[in-house]
């Protein structure tokens, strides 16, 4: 889209139009302006030139090679030139009303860091519990046959046939003097003291004795299957406990510097606004994910042990508060390929792009590292108009340049 199409796809006035094709007019062919001109920069018009000059050097034979010291083209070696170029551009008070033109100073604000990331519901590993066979032999029934099965502190699991756990029950019935220690044989097997004074009652030892679930909760994995032959180091069943769970986040290194030290979380369930939880504090798995490159962030909730493991939640992170941060609104800034840029008024209606380094988001501000003081005033409204103007007149600039370097 060209600049004419630019300004008439605003519906500006045909006055400001006008004076925009006579300016453009008078600088590509070079020509002096005439009365015609002087009267389309007086005051009361659209724009007029910007009488603030900076310097800057530049290449006679490339123009557009410019920097704020001396030195020398990178493309042809010649020396750069000295010379003044127009800063900024300045318009009239009817302008700045009529398209709504509006300035504002940055603010100083005490703020904190946040990231949006998913979390996962996992088992808080402090309760968490195995059951394993401690003694040869077979798993002769199985109470438990999937994944995900809730079992109760104390339940049986499994029935267990050991030659070794007959033999410890034979010891246990054969008098006062083999009970003791056959009876903490049996414990140390893996069979709980209800069942060894079972055995002891009824004074006949049992083929197969029950293995409990030790503490409540939800099995996470299944080692055996009903029949199967086990050794001591055979996992039985693994147990996560349900009292509290560990809600995980993962951070990219990058985030987590951001954030800092101290996290603080709100999680929400995706399709459930109304539902909620919040931790104070997260503790850092210092350890990044082989694969994902992530840093894992857990934070214990108490209430959210309803939650079946492995939910999915949205996650927004706190982290270190920060003081005094420099904040402009994030559509005052001008993004473009060469970097980003606000237009600063440095007296009344003239207005310069000044460059600016970005820092965090917060919301719909935009923290500024540099570039900026506090009480600079800043365009936060027409920016981009202005800008394309202050763009256009700086071209014009250097199309005069060369053209009288050109010259004989």
Aim: proline residues 7%.
């Amino acid at each position: 889209m060209s600049i004419v199409h630019f300004f008439a796809a605003r519906r500006l006035p045909a006055w400001l139009l006008a004076a925009f094709l006579l300016a453009a007019l008078s600088a590509c062919t070079g020509a002096s302006p005439g009365p015609e001109a002087a009267t389309a920069a007086a005051p009361g018009s659209a724009t007029a030139p910007a009488k603030a000059t900076t310097t800057v050097y530049s290449c006679p034979m490339h123009p557009h090679i410019q920097q704020h010291g001396p030195g020398q083209c990178p493309i042809c070696g010649m020396d750069l030139q000295k010379r003044e170029v127009a800063a900024g551009v300045a318009v009239s008070a009817a302008v700045v009303q009529s398209l709504g033109i509006r300035t504002a100073t940055p603010v100083l604000r005490d703020v904190r860091p946040r990231v949006r990331v998913p979390a996962r519901v996992v088992a808080d590993a402090r309760g968490q519990a195995r059951l394993q066979a401690r003694v040869d032999g077979w798993i002769e029934r199985l109470l438990v046959r999937a994944v995900g099965q809730p079992v109760a502190a104390g339940s049986v699991v499994a029935e267990i046939y050991a030659p070794e756990l007959v033999q410890a029950q034979e010891e246990l019935l054969l008098g006062p003097d083999t009970a003791g220690p056959a009876r903490e044989r049996l414990r140390r097997l893996g069979i709980a003291d209800a069942d060894i004074e079972r055995v002891r009652r009824s004074g006949s030892s049992m083929r197969r004795l029950p293995l409990r679930a030790p503490v409540a909760g939800v099995v996470t994995e299944l080692g055996v299957r009903e029949g199967s032959r086990v050794t001591p180091e055979t996992l039985v069943v693994d147990i996560a406990g349900r009292n509290a769970v560990w809600i995980e986040a993962q951070l990219f290194p990058a985030q987590r510097r951001l954030l800092g030290r101290t996290f603080a979380a709100r999680f929400t369930l995706p399709g459930s606004p109304g539902e909620a939880w919040s931790s104070a504090s997260g503790s850092l798995v210092p350890v990044a994910d082989a694969i994902t490159q992530t840093l894992a962030v857990r934070f214990a909730v108490g209430d959210a042990a309803d939650l079946p493991l492995g939910t999915v939640l949205d996650a927004e992170i706190d982290g270190d508060a920060r003081t005094g941060v420099l904040l402009v609104p994030a559509s005052a800034v001008i993004r473009t390929s060469l970097g980003d840029r606000v237009l600063v008024e440095r007296a009344p209606r003239r207005f310069v792009p000044t460059e600016v380094t970005l820092g965090q988001r917060y919301g719909e501000e935009v923290e500024i590292r540099d570039g900026l003081a506090a009480t600079d005033r800043i365009v936060v409204s027409g920016q981009f108009l202005l800008d394309a103007e202050a763009s256009l007149q700086a071209g014009l600039a250097q199309m005069q340049d060369a053209a009288a370097g050109a010259s004989p």
